[in-house]
Structures are given as C-alpha cells and as structure tokens.
C-alpha cells in the first residue's frame, strides 16, 4: 500500500468501512513499493558491498561470508520479485496480495540482517569501524521511515529488528569506557527515529486526506459541471425548438390573421355601410395588434437564445429611410400625422437588419402615442460619430417611468385615458430595442417632457460610402387612392383563404388577377403562352412541394425578359419573421412583407411597386 494511501485510509473511522476498501489499499501498497523497489534494491546493496568492504579483513570470513551471502540471497530474491511484478503487472488481486506478504517477509529479512550485522560486527575493528557500521545501520533505518512510516507497526518492527541488537550491543562491550552512554544515546536516536516516523506518517496522512478529499471534491465538481453543461445543451436544444415551435406555430397563424384582413378589406369595398366599415377597421386593428404581438414574441425569444447575430456592414441611411418612409407612411397618413426624415445622405456602420429592427419599434411607438403633430427621425454627425434620432410630438413620458421603460413587460401608466391602439402590446417592444442597441454596443438615451413629446437617441459609428447596389434609392410611396384599373398582377399563393383573398381585393381595387396555388400551376399556364405580360408579381414565399416564391419569380423573369434591363416588379410575402431572407431580396429584386400584411400596406407597396417601374 503506497504511504499516502494507507494514511489517508487510516484516518477512516473503522466501524464502518467499504468493502473491499483495505484491499484495495494493499494492492495500491504494494504497487507503490514495487516503484521504489529499483532505489532502495540499489542503497541495500551499496549497504551490504561497504560492509563486506570494512569487516572481511577484521571478522573471521566464515562469519562475514555467511553474512553476505544471506544479504545477497534474500537482495536477489527482492529484485527477482520486482521483476515478477514488472513482467506481470496486471495480474489479479489474489497474486498481487500474495506477493505483498512475500515483499514484507524479505524486508523484515533484510531487517534482521542488518540487525545482526549490528551485533556480529561490532568492535571487530577501531572505533571509525563502529562509527561507520552504526552510520551504515542509522541510515538504513532513516530510509525506512519514508517507506513504512504510513505503516505504524510494520515501521515499529522494522527499526526494531535494525537497531534494537546495536543498542544492546553497545550496552554489554565493556571494552569501551562510554558504552552506557553510548547505548544511551542510541536508544534516543530510536525514540527519535520512531517519534519521527510517527510525526511523518500523520503529516502524510493529513496531506493526503487533504488530497483525497481534493480528488472528491474536484470529481464532485466534474460531475456537477458535467450536468450543468448537459443541462446546459438541454436547455439551449430545447430553447431553440421552443423557437422554431413558435415560429411554425406563428406562420401557421398568421396565414388566417392575414386572410382576415383581406377579407374584411374586400368586405368594405362592397359595403358602404359607415359601421360595417368601422367593424372592417376594428377588424384591421386586432389584425396588426396581434401581428405586433407575433414579432415582439419572437424577437424577444431570438435574443434570449442566442439566435441573434451582430453584423456590422456601410449602411446608407436612405436606403433604410425609404424602408421606414414605405412601411410607415401610410399608418401615419391615416392618423394625419407628418412623418419626415432628415440626413438620408449619411453613411452609418451597422447590422442593417438590427437597427431596421429598432428604428421600426421607435417609430412605431411613436407613431402611436402622437395624436398631433409629427414624427421625426434625424441622423447627423455628433463628435464623429453619428446621433440617429426618432423625435415624436406625442403625450410623452412622465419622470417617474423613464427608468422603467426598457424593462420587460412594463407599460408606462399615463395620466391621460389611452386609446384601444395605444393599450396595444405585451410591452416588449423597447425592451426589444434595448436589448438588440446591447448586441450592437450602441448607446440608447431618452428624453421626455408630459405633453410635449420623447426623443430617443442612438450612437452609431461612421461608415464609409458605397456604390448604389441593386436595390437603390427607395422613392416616396404612391398615394393610397392610387387605382389598380388595367393593371394584371399574377398571385401564386398556396392558402385557399390568403388566395381567395388576395384575389377578392385585388380586383375591388381594379386590378385584373391570375392566381395559382403552386409553381407547377403557374409553369403549365407559362407553356401555354399567355400574351400579356404581368405588371407585378404578388408570391407567397413557402410554396408546396419545397419550392418557393424565388423560383416563381426566375420563371416569370425568363419567360418575360424586359428589354429595357430591369426586372419584373414583385413582392414576396411571408408568414415566419425569423429573417434571412433580406440577402435573397438584394440579389433577386424583390420587397418582402410579413404576414399579416394590413391592405393599406399592401396596397403601397403594390403603388411603390409599380411606381418603380
């Protein structure tokens, strides 16, 4: 048994050891013995060569002979022992005890060797002889104490096999006129030896108890750390199927949500009763409140799990003001409110996607709570960097709640009666902004005045200009009374409901429709050569079959390529708001909506669409 383990074992309270626990320490014992075997085989035999050296000419060779010769044997049967163990180093634990009890029965020989030695040799020579025979003898008992001192009596025995015959020795030479005082001190050095055997056994033991629990502790924390990092990967496996259930199940109900406002839009073109068309608008009010409801969900639960990834890029702020100026224009327009932009020339670098995100939840929470007045979003240089900020004229923020605002789920209580469309949300939307302005490590300030409005401030860095891509400058929507009278716009959309009422607003507004439910319908209908050309193409983007609405704009572009070099217009409509599909946009020229699409927004972006053709 190794000393550090038998120590640590013997601080174990013996009423209730583990099975099997002693012989394991007995196996580890001899194991550790076996490693030192090659140093103490090496100084035993240094030992036994000076001693047959200093008393060959002084002893009668017989006695020293038979001395050495046992020394020998029982030195070549340890390292016949230790080359066993070398050869066999696995075999079982039957073996491996057995030859633990042969290990103790050749070193308890060697003990008493050396302890004879003691006695057979002394005073055959002068005094330096008997000082260096005690020398010899002392320093194979001080060896001894870092190999059995964690073994109280095997130590006990062992310097008492080696020293005790020297001491009595040296008590009964009467020939030397200090032999009691010597025999005195002798038997000190004993004590001495054994208190220090002792005193190195408990050390060893405490620092190994102290290890030993260590090792536990630290297998503890692996264990703990290991179902911490499995509970980890749990809960991020099951945050992102949280995520993808969600927006599957959004998709899923935004396709009715989206049918909804359609039909309720076809219903007011035929009604001109005044409360159907207030029914139709509270319709379209519960229809874009939910929708407010779907995003801000979703966004917020990307965020928490990680999906959200900052790509800083040259972001011209016309492009993103046109964005904002055709996703926005008309909600404002109906509320008689002026929406302006300023700095449309400046060059910021952004994630476009993320601060699209956070100028949509600023400006529509502007637009909001404005009842009169305007909404303002301004982007200019401030210390070289660039100050982005949504002014609003609106009821404001009281004091009190501006520490408030960004938290979750947190509305602000306003003194004044708010209306349905300002009671609307979870009060997610600036803890949204908040958060993405983090990701981006863009300071986010507000300031507010009751009754006179709130001005939030973004920081961004400056960006260095680009060439026009493909999308280019955005222009000013059309007007919403813009007829659709002559124009031809084909509808691919696999729905019945979304399809059926595309089809039905389509045409109140005047257009004439084809619509078809998959890219097979509309490739058999392309093979029959219809002879007008489509002003605009309306495609839902998740088509049957895995095909979706780019494909069935590469067919139409193919089968209608347009002289003058630019694309056939289109828009592409969507029910999962996960993103990804702005890169796509770029490179195919088209605009992308999310369902639910109000109709007024349909219909300007149909309007910008054909606006830009």
Known sequence: MPPRAEAAASLEPPAAPLPGRRQGHDIEHLRSLMQQTPVSLTGNLIGILLVLLIYHALSPPRLVGAWGAASLLGWALRLLHYLRYRRRPDVDVDTLLQWRRSWRALVFWHALLWGLAAWLFWGAGTPFHDVALIFIVYSYCIVSVHMLSSQPRDFAAFIGLVLLPLIARVASDDSHPWHWQLAAMLAVIFGLTAMMGRSYGSALAQSIALR????????????????????????EAANRAKTQFFAAASHDLRQPLHAMGLFAEALRQRVRDPE???????????????????????DITRIETGGVEVQPLPLRMRELFGRLRLHFEPVAFEKGLMLTFRGEAHVAHADPVLLERILRNLVSNAIRYTDEGGVLVSCRPWQGRLRLQVWDSGIGIAPASLARIFDEFYQVNSTRVLQPHQRKGL???????KRLADLMSTPLDVRSRVGHGTVFTLVLPLGRAVRDGVTGALRSAAPLGLTLQGRFIVVVEDEPAVRAGLVVV????????????????LEAWLAGSPPVRPDLALVDYRLPEERNGIEVLQRLRAHWPNPGG????????????????????????????????????????????????
């Open 566 to 613: 630019r694309r056939l217009p289109a828009i592409i409509v969507t029910g999962s708001s996960l993103g990804g599909h702005e890169d796509e946009a770029l490179t195919h020229d088209f605009h992308l909506l999310i369902k639910p699409v109000l109709p007024n927004k349909l219909r300007a972006m149909i309007a910008f669409k054909l606006a830009q053709r």
């Open 212 to 235: 030993a629990r260590t090792e536990e502790l630290a297998a503890r924390l692996r264990q703990e750390m290991a179902a911490t990092e499995s509970a980890r990967r749990a809960a």
């Open 427 to 433: 009060g997610l939307g600036l803890a949204i902004v």
């Open 276 to 298: 159907v068309a207030a029914l139709v608008n509270s319709i379209n009010e519960s229809v874009d409140a939910l929708e407010g409801l779907f995003g801000e969900l979703l």
């Open 506 to 521: 389509l045409q109140a507004w005047g257009a004439q429709v084809q619509a078809f439910d998959s890219v097979a319908m």
